[in-house]
């Protein structure tokens, strides 16, 4: 009937719509990626959006559906594509996914940790370019994580998890900053301290917080050059927190001597990136929650953060700031 909410989906493969289907009236995009104005277009009359971190939510798409829209159903943890402070002053409850997906992300650090660290992707490319001549002693080396110390930049959820996988690698140390005032307490014995001695004493540097005017741009030119030559950065976060060029340049002139990244600017990247020419670089598609059972649980927590928030219930997970 003509009272069944009506919400506006931005793609066609989102899990979980078959949650909204029997509540609401549902109009899916035709395709993967809907322009600005296809945002815009689709939102008209819809109450709520069901989107992801593809989908910029800004001032502009706000303010065209500003006497409709009251709940963003985004299918992450970042919440950085969304005008947020916006939506909070206009009334607009927005459902999210964290915890979901902590697991599956934190092991896929540690899978880029090792790919970086022992040279994985490089080592099988040797094999293909018919460089594979004998076993020798010091060809493919590079440094363990057993007696490394690992600074992580962002401590939340998804750090905490990364610190108690790395316990099993007996790491020598696990250091990390945040940003926020106090220490976290946890059972890793991990260590807080600044941002300088973070970059100046990590032999690996994972970055796992969030997005935002604090963060973005963070890891420059003069970031790279606290940090030890044989640092390896890792990059679970967003592609913003990183001046991109600055890191392409040091990676070039072995600055640090490796990167992991799990995200990138822009994304996705063309094949001809010079990030994906340099061999000192692994790069994956922004997989870190890829799990069957991650994304799955995602989809359904975000319609079910959808239909609470349309019925003015508590959402299973709602952004608060
Ligand atoms: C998120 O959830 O924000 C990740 O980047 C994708 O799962």
């Excluded at 002139?253 to 990138?264: E, F, Q």
């Excluded at 994956?284 to 890829?290: K, T």
């Amino acid at each position: 009937s003509s009272s069944r909410p009506k919400i506006f989906v931005t793609r066609d493969d989102f899990p979980g719509i078959e949650l909204l289907k029997e509540k609401a009236e549902i109009e899916v995009f035709k395709g993967t990626q809907p322009s600005k104005d296809e945002i815009i277009a689709g939102l008209k009359g819809k109450q709520a959006i069901y989107c992801s971190l593809n989908d910029r939510i800004d001032k502009d798409v706000l303010d065209a559906c500003k006497d409709s829209l009251k709940v963003i159903g985004t299918m992450s943890v970042g919440v950085d594509h969304l005008a947020w402070r916006l939506c909070f002053e206009r009334g607009i409850r927005i459902g999210y996914t964290p915890i979901i997906l902590t697991e599956a992300v934190a092991e896929l650090t540690m899978a880029l940790l090792l790919a970086t660290s022992r040279r994985l992707f490089e080592a099988h490319n040797e094999i293909l370019q018919n460089r594979w001549s004998s076993w020798s002693p010091m060809w493919m080396c590079g440094p363990g994580l057993h007696e490394a110390t690992v600074g992580i930049f962002g401590f939340g959820r998804i750090g905490q998890e990364v610190a108690r996988k790395l316990k099993a690698f007996r790491v020598k140390k696990i250091i990390y900053s945040r940003f926020s005032p106090g220490e976290i307490e946890n059972d890793v014995g991990a260590i807080k301290v600044d941002a300088d001695e973070l970059l100046k004493e990590s032999d690996f540097l994972i970055v796992l917080c969030s997005l935002n005017e604090n963060t973005q741009h963070f890891f420059n030119k003069d970031r790279f050059a606290q940090m030890k030559p044989s640092a390896i950065f890792i990059n679970v976060s967003r592609g913003g927190v990183v001046v991109q060029d600055d890191l392409i340049d040091a990676l070039k002139r072995n600055v640090i001597k490796a990167a992991g990244l799990d995200v990138t600017t822009p994304e996705p990247l063309k094949a001809d990136h010079p990030l994906l020419a340099l061999p000192n670089c692994v790069v994956i598609p922004h997989i870190g929650s890829a799990t069957y059972k991650s994304r799955n649980e995602m989809g359904e927590a975000t319609s079910q953060n959808i239909l609470l928030g349309l019925e003015g219930k508590p959402m299973i997970h709602e952004w608060k700031g």
